[in-house]
């Protein structure tokens, strides 16, 4: 399998330790899953790697290094919305979807030692696959990180380097290593293989429901559910069992949203946004990588990008908090944010939100 230059077209294969392309243009994978067809799905595996009939693997190292992440409830929080459990995870958060894959990969490929930047919870997932498949791992935080997230890296046998500065300044610091040292970077971000895990966040949803509800909101920082859940919804129309595409809203931080202001005039990059601290640390990314692939998809497809009160955000997650649902910060915000998209446009129906990341992570 090769991946292919977002930038230039150039094709390498998947085994490359070079994170990105000579030309700096990111990778995609040269993939094209089969029709979907749910006789596909290995309903014997119990976790993500039951949809790997449409998934771009590598060998079968994934049974090894899987914990059986996915397979969360769908629950009603009241007659209009859907709660997706994500944060019912082997580190209590959605993350976990890339890390299986991306690190059933590096397995794969006979990487021994990587790195990579999180604003704590990529990080932590990342550090608790590399503990498991026997990989070195080095996580770069930016400081201010919830403390329980560095315990939880920690303990899982990395190393946690705390880069003083923003979450970009800390990406810099470890991309700066990268370059240095030819590590690999086991970037959610950077590596496509990421996305296929993120992908079952919509095959569970389907199979699930049979069916995909009209509206769905995503976290969206660098756009790694955002991505994944896209690709899946495309796969699922292009092989006919879905008509048209949800009505997706992309939520952002009202601190940090250089989507949303892209959006705002239409155009193809992230624009210069200014980057506040938020509570919704998962989502503070003021330069996404994949900002305009994100945007295009928007445009595409005619979708919606909203931002996250500030002031909203605490009392969300007590109203969460309220009806038994302990999450965190950044997933609050994602109701903070649907709760402002129906005072701007009236009450929807049949909308599902993920609930990403558990309450516990950012208790500080
Ligand atoms: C709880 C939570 N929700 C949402 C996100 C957003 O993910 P992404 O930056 O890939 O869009 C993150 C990222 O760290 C997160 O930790
Ligand atoms: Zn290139």
Redesign the pocket.
């Known amino acids: 399998m090769d991946f292919i230059c977002t930038k230039c077209g150039r094709r390498v294969p998947t085994a490359t330790r070079a994170a990105s392309c000579e030309c700096g243009g990111l990778w995609k994978l040269d993939y094209e899953p089969p029709k979907y067809d749910p006789d596909k799905i290995e309903r014997d595996t119990w976790g993500i790697f039951r949809y790997r009939a449409f998934m771009a693997l590598t060998g079968e190292e994934w049974r090894s290094v899987t914990m059986g992440e996915g397979m969360t409830p769908v629950i009603p929080l009241d007659d209009d919305v859907l709660l997706k459990m994500d944060?019912y995870m082997p580190t209590l958060?959605?993350?976990d979807r890339g890390a299986a894959a991306l690190i059933a990969h590096c397995k794969a490929a006979g990487v021994d030692s990587v790195v990579q930047d999180?604003?704590?919870?990529?990080g932590n997932s990342v550090a608790a696959y590399c503990g498991r498949a026997g990989i070195r791992c080095e996580i770069f935080v930016p400081e201010g990180t919830s403390p329980k997230k560095i315990t939880m890296i920690r303990s899982h046998g990395a190393t946690v380097n705390i880069v003083p500065g923003n979450r970009e300044a800390c990406a810099n610091a470890c991309r700066k290593k990268v370059r240095d040292t030819g590590i690999f970077y086991a970037s959610?971000?950077y590596n496509p293989f990421f996305y296929e895990g993120t992908k079952t966040y919509i095959y569970e949803i389907f199979e699930q429901l049979h069916r995909i509800p009209a509206y769905l909101f995503?976290?969206?920082?660098?756009?790694?559910?955002?991505l994944g859940a896209v690709k899946a919804l495309e796969h699922l129309l292009a092989s006919g069992v879905i008509d048209k595409m949800p009505h997706i809203v992309a939520v952002q931080s009202e601190h940090c949203d250089p989507l949303y202001a892209a959006a705002q005039s239409g155009e193809k990059a992230p624009a210069k946004a200014d980057s506040r601290p938020t509570l919704a640390?998962?989502?503070a990314?003021a330069e996404?990588m994949r900002g305009e692939e994100i945007l295009s998809y928007i445009y595409r497809y005619g979708m919606e990008v909203q931002t996250a009160p500030e002031a909203e955000i605490l009392p969300a997650r007590a109203a969460l908090a309220e009806r038994g649902i302990f999450c965190?910060h950044?997933?609050a915000a994602?109701y903070a944010a649907y709760l402002a998209y129906c005072k701007k446009h009236g009450k929807i129906r049949d909308a599902l939100l993920?609930m990403?990341?558990a309450g516990l992570k950012s208790e500080h």
């Open positions: 944060y958060s959605f993350k999180s604003s704590g919870n990529a959610h971000v995503i976290p969206t920082g660098n756009g790694t559910l955002f640390e998962g989502i990314i996404p965190e950044t997933t994602t993920p990403c990341g």
